[in-house]
């Protein structure tokens, strides 16, 4: 009995061998990849493991000025645009989003339910069926290259995402505390940042991650309002150049790596949260 | 004050409130209902409401590209245009290729991960974070991960089939014709299946253990007591993580753009890139338009389909 036990432990086991083969080789090649020189990238047979690594690729990064190539100086600057546009859509979203979030959870009014149902709807609307307006508009304000303009376009998404999460989170709240709250003396608004506000603070968190991650991914608005050098996002500068042959492909692999690491990051010490922001609507309905 | 804190008292004394008082209560609620809503509201007016109808008007405009341009009023020409396009027919079929296969692979094997997991192997927490690492990369990092790989000079992939001995010489890959397409699935799969092998595996935790053992004990095998009492069980959440996966799958834009940008030969043209060259490339803006508002229309059949499963709570129990 105990020998079957083990038999199927083992088995289990085995089974998921390719499961993390399949999720860290990818990973694992293009971290060793980005350590290497261009000479021995190209060798063959292919050098799992460098025999020469170099940290060069992320040092170039982390100082452009120092660098002999565009490609670092061009990544470093990208990434200075992600960070400051994902960190404004994440503070805009989450503040007017949990306001908007609360009024139709908690308000029974006559439009909550058509609104509720038009979020989500919107939520599914592709970027593509937005673009050609906002790009009209875009450039005869002449807003093009400005962070202003993904920003605000960013929010299409962004904003019904936040949302939806923050009204499941504020679902959980108990309603008991609001009626003591109301009784006494507090008024819908006292209640919401006085009482509700506060014990929901791990719901804005993870909120915020989702909504960061979301920014930093974008790539379609991106593509579209952005064309000099200054203005692109990480994820525009890391098309930009694989796209070509010339340039440094381990400058870029070093890149790539460095532009997963925030999100990998935020996912893995929130990974509770994430597991529950995914089903939030899949599995509770 | 302190004491009437009670859910009770605060119900009874709604009910003696005089009417007058209680509807004016609730007008307040209203009214500070309108003012919570009003930034979200005007924002999603002007970046989705506003865009979408704009986009329909466009669709029946002959409209080049270029802000000065005169437009005039086409008709249905533009939908006649793109409904008579052979590449638009090739596209909706590619497309729906790409949805079909990677979708139901990722149906398939999400579901055995996440049946894999729940069965606790060694290790199987450290599986579980390790699925969240492909999801949170980036999605151009992901893509330009997989045209390295796929690279016919110094690709891992042509590094690993050489060393096992399975081909001779570097295989340029995404230039084959037939096999662009599902270098860009695999590629795709890598990015969304842990999502889908996360949202069952949440959904298999939560599916109640002694049915389980009342029909081991019945003598229903393993293979029995999952095709008959878990799958049931799984489907509402199934079910959603096809249509969220369907949605993102059909729209698909950024890992095609990165990997082959449709290449070779239009073999891995999507309907987004479509809408994209012609809006941004071709200077057909009405063409693009009228791709767009399909798109929207697919889009909005799938969320309406997504409302009716999200708010029927005895199904999703």
Known sequence: ????????????????????????????????????????????????????????????????????SSVPRTFATALLNSIKIASAVTIICIFIGSLAAYALVRIPFRFNRPIQLGIIATRMIPEVSLVLPLFIIASSLQLINKPIVLIITYMSFALPYAIWLMAA????????????????????????????????????????????????????????FTSTLAAKTVPVAIAEFVGRYVVNINGMMAGGILAAVPPVLVALIFQRYIVRGMTAGAVKG | MRESANPLIFSTMAINH?????????????????????????????????????????????????INQLRTFVGFANYIDMLTDQLFWETIGRTAYFTGVSVGLELI??????????????????????????????????????????????GALNGLLMQLGLIKHYVPWLSLPNMAMNLVIVADIWHTMPFVALVLQAAL???????????????????????????????????????????????VFDIVYIITSGGPAYKTLTITYLTYLNSFAFGKQGTGAALSFLISTFTIIMALIYIRFLYRPEETQ
């Open chain 1, 169 to 224: 989170y504020f679902q959980t709240v108990p309603i008991e505390l609001e009626d003591a709250a109301r009784l006494d003396g507090c008024s819908r608004l006292g209640i919401l940042f006085r009482v509700v506000m506060p014990i929901s603070v791990p719901g804005l968190v993870s909120t915020a991650m989702f909504v960061f991650l979301l920014a930093w991914d974008e790539f379609f608005y991106a593509l579209i």
């Open chain 2, 109 to 154: 094997f999400g579901l055995a991960i996440a049946q894999l997991i729940h069965s606790r192997p060694w290790g199987w927490q450290f599986l579980r974070i390790s699925l969240i690492i492909p999801w949170a990369v980036p999605t151009i990092v992901n893509g330009a991960m997989w045209r390295w790989i796929y690279s016919a000079d110094f």
């Open chain 1, 1 to 68: 009995m105990s020998y079957r036990k083990l038999f199927r432990k083992l088995t289990l086991f085995l089974l998921t061998l390719p499961v993390f083969f399949f999720i860290f080789f990818p990973l694992l090649w293009l971290f060793s990849a980005s350590l290497s020189n261009q000479v021995e990238l190209f060798s063959v047979p292919i050098h799992w493991i460098p025999e020469h690594p170099t940290f060069q690729n992320y040092f170039d990064i982390f100082f452009p000025s120092l660098a002999a």
């Open chain 2, 18 to 66: 005089p009417i007058k008082r209680q509807s004016t209560l609730k007008q307040q609620d209203a009214r500070t209902a309108w003012l919570l809503l009003t930034p979200s509201l005007l924002v999603m007016l002007g970046v989705t409401l506003w865009p979408v109808i704009s986009t329909f008007i466009l669709s029946f405009l002959n409209a080049p590209t270029g």
């Open chain 2, 205 to 251: 935790a939560t599916l109640p253990e002694d049915l389980d053992e009342a029909a081991a004990v019945d003598g229903a095998n393993v293979w029995q007591r999952f095709w008959q009492i878990r799958l049931p069980l799984l489907r509402p959440a199934i079910l959603v993580a096809l249509i969220v996966r369907t949605v993102d799958a059909f729209r």
